[in-house]
């Protein structure tokens, strides 16, 4: 069955870095493109980062431009985001979701909490 699992969320501090994981499997995963997004308590879910299923181009939104990277390894079939310089307003649930044309999957999500 198709599966998306991320992993590495957790509580950190301002300032701080973390790096988020996303394990794919149950599909071709080097066909979709992948995409990091989060969703805070009472706010709408809204998109983090975005990378093409070859990894060749990136794209993220202007509250994380310089302060996250999204790759991903298709051998692994995982995708991963590393953030820093991390700020209490990145508190939410990240998700990972996967696209190729109108077929979309999405993870569960892990949380990040960027408290002091």
């Known amino acids: 069955q198709v599966q998306l699992v991320e992993s590495g969320g957790g509580l950190v501090q301002p300032g701080g870095s973390l790096r988020l994981s996303c394990a794919a499997s149950g599909f071709t995963f080097r066909l979709f493109a992948m995409s990091w997004y989060r969703q805070a308590p009472g706010k709408e879910r809204e998109l983090v980062a975005s990378?093409?299923?070859?990894?060749?181009?990136?794209n993220y939104a202007d509250s994380m431009k310089g302060r996250s990277t999204i790759s991903r390894d298709n051998a692994k079939k995982t995708v991963y985001l590393e953030m820093n310089n991390l700020k209490p307003e990145d508190t939410a649930v990240y998700y990972c979701k996967a696209t190729f044309g109108v077929t979309t999957y999405w993870g569960q999500g892990t949380q990040v909490t960027v408290s002091s």
């Open positions: 990378i093409t299923n070859s990894g060749g181009n990136s």
